[in-house]
């Protein structure tokens, strides 16, 4: 079992930089590959980015590719999310998410286990 706990969300302007993190509880931590998602009003879930148990492999999604960031540090359970440049279009509450297994899936279902998300707002 893993507990996730997210923090960093709030109300940005256009442009700037904003840092997720997202703590874990439980002791295998290390062996979960970490992902973050978002959801926008109105709109599904979509996946964001995914880090590999080492943080060796990491996938994006087009949308975030270039500005998001995503890395982890075991010895602290976290993952984190570095957000820069951000736009309007990139509000919405951001989900941690954690799976075991090597694949950096990029759909929800395959993850079991969620935070109870952080919301980010972008104005323009």
């Known amino acids: 079992q893993v507990q996730l706990v997210e923090s960093g969300g709030g109300l940005v302007q256009a442009g700037v930089s904003r840092q997720l993190s997202c703590g874990a509880a439980g002791r295998t931590f290390n062996l979960c590959l970490m992902a973050w998602f978002r959801q926008a009003p109105g709109k599904e879930r979509e996946f964001v980015a995914a880090i590999s148990t080492g943080g060796d492999r990491t996938n994006y999604a087009d949308s975030v590719k270039g500005r998001f960031t995503i890395s982890r540090d075991n010895a602290v359970n976290t993952v984190y999310l570095q957000m820069n440049s951000l736009k309007p279009e990139d509000t919405a509450v951001y989900y941690c998410?954690?799976?075991?297994?090597?694949?950096?899936?990029?759909?929800?279902?395959?993850?079991?286990?969620w935070g109870q998300g952080t919301q980010v707002t972008v104005s323009s």
């Open positions: 998410a954690a799976r075991y297994g090597a694949l950096l899936s990029v759909h929800s279902q395959e993850y079991p286990y």
